[in-house]
């Protein structure tokens, strides 16, 4: 069973702080993996992807990837209370099969 | 404006009655899904299509039924056999980026049965 892991939270942080959401999953032959945001009571947007081990940065947004520790994370800089959402992850298993999706980590950004 | 729509955004039924959800796509992606989310709960993958007229289960497939008849369009229809159909459902479709899929969502639809 390939399984993504993310915890639930909520995690709290203060507005202009980095927050930093954590990922890993159970294949070993992953070739994508992507963050969405889901706002309460809509639809998940795609807001990251990445294929490669490092860092790939967009605005405040960075993705970083470990594929020899299985693990992704998304960092978000100077947050702010319109970052408040769910954050799923979500991995492109190996082979022609749909994305295995965490079931998402909670942010709120305090002001 | 390319994008997908579900229709119609809240839906209320009697248990009992069959309901088609209806999803439609103008990205010209080959692949589309189902996605059935509870309160508090993740995505759960109900059905999905990669090519027209073929489909296959998810993992949660038992009480839907689906056709891919054509590439724009992707219908759900949730059976009275679903034991709890209440949640909102979601609609996504991809594109193959490289050797990756990148998906994208529609808005939903959210399904009350009393």
């Known amino acids: 069973q390939k399984e993504v892991e993310q915890n639930s939270g909520p995690l709290s942080v203060p507005e202009g702080a980095i927050a930093s959401l954590n990922c890993t999953y159970s294949d070993r032959g992953s070739q994508s993996f992507f963050w969405y945001r889901q706002y309460s009571g809509k639809s998940p947007e795609l807001i990251m992807s990445?294929?490669?081990?490092g860092d790939k940065e967009d605005g405040r947004f960075t993705a970083q990837l470990n594929k020899a520790s299985q693990y992704v994370s998304l960092l978000i800089r100077d947050s702010q209370p319109s970052d408040s959402a769910t954050y799923l992850c979500?991995?492109?298993?190996?082979?022609?099969?749909?994305?295995?999706f965490g079931k998402g980590t909670r942010l709120s950004v305090i002001a | 404006d390319g994008g997908i729509t579900q229709s119609p955004k809240y839906l209320f039924r009697k248990e009992g009655q069959n309901v088609t959800l209806s999803c439609e796509q103008n990205?010209?992606?080959?692949?589309m899904y189902w996605y059935r989310q509870d309160p508090g709960q993740g995505l759960r993958l109900i059905y999905y299509?990669?090519?027209?007229?073929?489909?296959q289960k998810g993992d949660i497939a038992e009480g839907y039924s689906v056709s891919r008849e054509k590439k724009e369009s992707f219908p759900l229809t949730v059976t009275s056999a679903q034991k709890n159909p209440t949640a909102f459902y979601l609609c996504a479709s991809s594109i193959v980026v490289a050797v990756t899929y990148e998906q994208y969502f529609g808005p939903g639809t959210r399904l009350t049965v009393t």
């Open positions: 299509s990669q090519i027209v007229n073929d489909f």
């Open positions: 979500a991995v492109g298993p190996s082979g022609n099969t749909p994305l295995v």
């Open positions: 990205l010209n992606h080959d692949a």
């Open positions: 990445i294929y490669s081990n």
